[in-house]
């Protein structure tokens, strides 16, 4: 699997997992990025937190978004038979974002609420699929709210348990996610970080940091 390099990433908050609140994209990790300005928008978190970096060399990321078909399959085949996910019908309603021109979709249990959003959305399909939903094992894992358990499905549930994945298995400090950068769209690349203790990390007011600065002096390449 592909790997992205960093020689520093920001994360905007506290540094204390504990004061994390549950139900967080990002699992039970520190949730980093390039963009702190950017990403503190985005989850309303403010501007002051931390510069990470490691105490030599650069962090070596699982670059999620350059996943082949087979790796996610792997992925996906090792979290069944974890019991992180299952997999579950779903009736799939696919429609292009206005915002972002770009396809979505959304899953339901009920035929007849996956109808109604059909007919309220422009250029809307309906299927039925077999999608991925977390498990109360990922629930757990990843510090989930367990009363949210069944809307975590589709790429949500796999990210979550690719994260799960990448850190027992894999040697990579964390995972990362190529977004574009559109904070209008919420939108922004982003990682999740293990062992966060491990490394330094240096307290920083972002507040000059417009939406598009990017941390300065990074090492960044991936893997050929």
């Not at 931390?50 to 082949?68: E, K, W, Y």
């Not at 203790?197 to 000059?208: I, L, M, R």
Request: proline share 3%; with cysteine.
């Amino acid at each position: 699997m592909k790997a992205t390099y960093f020689d520093a990433v920001a994360h905007v908050g506290e540094m204390d997992l504990n004061q994390k609140n549950s139900g967080s994209y990002h699992g039970a990790r520190l949730a980093v990025a390039r963009h702190p300005a950017a990403w503190g928008r985005i989850a309303k978190i403010g501007t002051t937190g931390f510069v990470l970096r490691r105490h030599a060399g650069a962090f070596r990321f699982l670059d999620c978004r350059s996943m082949s078909d087979d790796e996610q399959t792997e992925v996906t085949n090792w979290a069944v038979t974890c019991g992180y996910l299952a997999k579950t019908p779903r009736f799939k309603v696919s429609y292009t974002d206005p915002e972002t021109n770009e396809r979505q979709y959304l899953l339901y249990t009920s035929a007849d609420e996956a109808e109604d959003q059909q007919e309220e959305l422009d250029d809307a399909s309906l299927n039925f699929v077999e999608t991925l939903v977390a498990t109360n094992n990922l629930i757990a894992a990843t510090d989930q709210i367990a009363s949210q358990r069944d809307k975590i499905t589709g790429g949500l549930a796999f990210d979550l348990a690719l994260t799960c994945y990448a850190e027992q298995l894999l040697d990579f400090d964390g995972v990362w996610w190529s977004d574009k950068l559109n904070p209008l769209a919420y939108s922004a690349p982003f990682g999740t970080l293990f062992r966060p203790n491990e490394f330094v990390a240096v307290g920083y007011d972002f507040s000059d940091f417009t939406d598009t600065d990017e941390l300065e002096d990074a090492m960044v390449y991936a893997d050929e």
